[in-house]
């Protein structure tokens, strides 16, 4: 068996997280499972609020994905998600969002913010709202005209821009629902924090089930 080539050994039917692969480690030959090499690459938040996760891959291409388990209840800038220890480089983000608001008048705000240096960032926020042939700026959980909504946007350029807020929602016991997609460019390791608050930090809550799929592009 010491002499058997991989290509002669029998081929794996359902990879299990327990599977161990024999690595290089500094030259110290070592085992890794999996699961560990999941890891580096997929990673659901523990349950806490906010979100977080450690960035722990340097390697491009490479994504990091993040789920929300917990309400966050907001009336002040608050932290709802968070990547710890991202290196230098180029970066897709795509975050999926799942808020509700206190009052229909009240709207939310978001901010995507890296604490190192940026070189560049772009980012659009989405929303169906309840304009159908003009934007109001009400965003509507349930939208289900013949004809369809309009979905509107909110953008920005830099670090930290602000991603509205909108004026309002269709009704307070609706999930509302909206994307921020963007790339930026960072020149130094740091942190990125989406930032949430209400309309005059009135009162909103960011979802359970809201998610981030993040890409290391180079």
Request: net charge negative.
């Given at each position: ?181 963007g790339t930026m460019v960072v020149s130094t390791s740091a942190d990125l924090n989406l930032t949430m608050t209400g309309e005059g930090n009135a ?16």
């Open positions: 068996m010491a002499d058997t080539k991989i290509s002669a050994l029998t081929a794996v039917t359902t990879p299990a997280a327990t599977d161990e692969f024999a690595v290089n480690q500094g030259g110290t030959s070592k085992k890794m499972t999996l699961a560990q090499v999941r890891a580096d690459s997929q990673v659901a938040s523990s349950g806490a609020a906010p979100a977080t996760v450690a960035s722990n891959d340097s390697d491009a291409p490479h994504v990091i994905y993040l789920l929300n388990t917990a309400d966050n209840a907001v009336t002040t800038v608050e932290t709802v998600m968070s990547v710890t220890s991202l290196v230098a480089g180029t970066y897709l983000f795509e975050y999926f969002i799942v808020w509700r608001a206190g009052a229909t008048t009240t709207g939310a705000q978001f901010n995507v913010d890296y604490t190192g240096t940026v070189t560049r960032m772009r980012a659009t926020r989405w929303f169906g709202s309840t304009g159908t042939t003009a934007a109001t700026g009400v965003s509507d959980g349930v939208a289900a005209t013949l004809t369809g909504n309009t979905v509107e946007h909110h953008s920005g350029v830099g670090d930290n821009a602000a991603l509205g807020p909108n004026t309002g929602v269709g009704s307070t016991t609706e999930d509302q629902f909206c994307t921020i997609t009162a909103v809550t960011f979802m359970a089930d809201s998610a981030l799929r993040l890409t290391r592009l180079a």
